[in-house]
């Protein structure tokens, strides 16, 4: 399978310049079934990023921008009322889609953010007592500016919990920035982008991610960095168990990505910060990120 993947991420490159680590961490996540926080300022191409991961897979995309008064049937869908057929007709929101950007997640209510728990854990939507699938793979990449913080409204921990991976993009360097102005000089823009692999292949490469082997040291490995978190002085929040799973399952795409059938140390510990800082609570006004690696320092690796 390392024909797919290789055009995935080429394809990927063309559009988001200088950001392989941040590409390579998206597509773990994608093959993994899990969303992706991204937390950075405006104008660094999360937004791109979302599309052009959409248009490589050939999949339906589609972007909610996240504001107070938006309703979680703006997200969900609703019923409303056909008076030629005098029934109940359900009108499908934004998530029944292939890849959900929800731009600006914190800046919608607390009742909007938890129209996309259901969805994001189980990929359905239930309204008025029916459940409906959405499509496969569904991917959702929220963004949030972690500067910014008038007018919005914190993630709660549930939610937090419900995204595989949280990372930031941040600025290009100076090369990096010169490609992305010559590129656009020349004309190249995200209409170009063509689809370099399909849906049915992406749902195939997240089987085989599971066949990757994690053995009992690289497990007992896992959960000695997951178990530290519940009982750490400077956390007043422990790592949940979908954090354990999903630290063993982004560890086995990892693995999968850079072609190997068995997942190793090294992939745990890089991992492991984008895994497990989204989900604890620091105390005492610390850094997450800061514990959190002074952790997996601390942790012996087999």
Known sequence: MREPIERL?????????????????????????GHVLLEDVPGVGKTLLAKS?????????????????????????????????????????????????ADEINRATPRTQAALLEVMEEQ??????????????????????????????PLPEAQMDRFLLSLSLGYPNEADELKMLQRIQGGHTLEELTPCISLEEVQ?????????????????YILDLVRATRNHEELTLGVSPRGTVALQRTAQALAFLEGREFALPDDVKRLAPHVLTHRVIPAGGRRAATVINRLIDSISVP
């Open 9 to 33: 991420f080429k394809n990927l490159s063309l559009a988001i310049v200088g950001k392989q680590d941040s590409i390579q961490l998206v597509l773990v996540a994608l093959l993994s079934r």
């Open 53 to 101: 991961l959409a248009k490589s897979i050939e999949g339906k995309f589609q972007r909610v921008q996240c504001t107070p008064d938006l309703l979680p049937a703006d997200i969900t869908g609703t019923n409303i009322w056909n008076p030629q057929s005098r029934e109940f007709e359900f009108l499908s929101g934004p998530v029944f889609t292939n890849v959900l950007l």
């Open 124 to 153: 359905q939507v239930t309204t008025d007592g029916v459940s409906r699938s959405v499509p496969r793979p569904f991917f959702v990449i929220a963004t949030q500016n972690p500067i910014e913080y008038q007018g919005t409204f």
């Open 204 to 220: 195939t490469l997240c089987q085989q991610c599971q066949q990757v082997r994690v053995e009992l040291p690289l497990q007992q």
